[in-house]
């Protein structure tokens, strides 16, 4: 599957690494053509180690793409990333969304559209010395959705920190770590389900994308109590002991 980052940065690297490392070929979008290809390149020499015969292409010898047999990366500008790829993953921060969408979202029509963002903002009522966010925005997916109306967002991978995903960590207490999904096309949820699955990762389907609001919310609440010291994990019970109620 073809597969284009726009952004450079941590989330791409995260999971465009993954990808890549999966066999997927991975498409870094990015403003500065340099960050693309820094990035385009440390994925490839990361995914050569997983699968000999990865390298990455670059922008002018995309025909190249034919004769790699292996995990391929290239870099490019976000116009031709987007053209090129089947998903589309927005890897930018939520200011930037506006301005991308303005310019690319007709481009997106008929993409699976990955939204991992989160409008992070600090909570100015927080006491003193310790670190806390609040929402800037809700409902970004779903802004994402009316600036593409022909894409099929699906939002993912919010959750967790870049360094979660690009880890090899997936299971803990024996429990496979998931990765709730919300989105309104069945086949845009079970391609980014796959994509999950090919991080060793366990999707959750999670309902339309009306509910990804939910998702946002629930990320800005966890990461404060990590930041806070706590055990977000600790909050809730196996799925056996959910209910109070015997079925
Ligand atoms: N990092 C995490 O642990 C994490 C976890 C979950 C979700 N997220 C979310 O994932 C998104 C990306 O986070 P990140 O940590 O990867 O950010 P990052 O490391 O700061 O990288 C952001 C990327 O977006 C690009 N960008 C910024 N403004 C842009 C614009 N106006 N047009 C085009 N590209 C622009 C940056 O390019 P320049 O270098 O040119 O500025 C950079 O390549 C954010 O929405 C964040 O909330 C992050």
Not at 62 to 78: H, P, Y
Not at 206 to 218: N, P, S, V
């Amino acid at each position: 599957m073809r597969i284009g980052i726009i952004g450079a940065g941590a989330m791409a690297g995260a999971l465009g690494g993954g990808w890549a490392a999966a066999g997927h070929e991975v498409g870094i979008g990015a403003r500065s053509g340099d960050a693309a290809q820094t990035l385009a390149d440390k994925i490839t020499a990361s995914a050569a180690g997983v699968r000999p015969g990865a390298r990455t292409t670059g922008q002018a010898d995309a025909a190249d793409s034919e004769t790699v047999a292996s995990a391929l990366v290239r870099a490019g500008g976000i116009g031709a990333t987007i053209e090129w790829a089947d998903v589309v993953l927005m890897a930018v921060p939520v200011s930037a969304l506006a301005g991308l969408l303005d310019e690319h979202g007709s481009a997106l029509a008929g993409k699976v559209v990955i939204d991992c963002t989160n409008a992070f903002a600090p909570d100015e009522s927080a006491p003193d010395g310790t670190t806390a966010f609040v929402l800037s925005e809700d409902a970004v997916a779903e802004r994402i959705a009316a600036g593409a109306p022909k894409a099929h967002v699906v939002k993912a991978f919010n959750l967790l920190a870049a360094e979660v995903w690009a880890g090899t960590d997936r299971v803990f207490d024996g429990v496979r770590l998931a990765v709730p999904l919300c989105g309104d096309d069945p086949a845009a949820v079970r391609t980014v389900a796959a994509l999950a699955e090919d991080l060793a990762l366990q999707p959750f389907p999670a309902g339309g994308l009306h509910r990804a609001k939910y998702l946002e919310a629930t990320s800005v609440f966890a990461v404060g109590l990590w930041f806070a010291g706590a055990d977000a994990r600790a909050m809730l019970p196996p799925l056996s002991a959910a209910f109070a109620v015997e079925d």
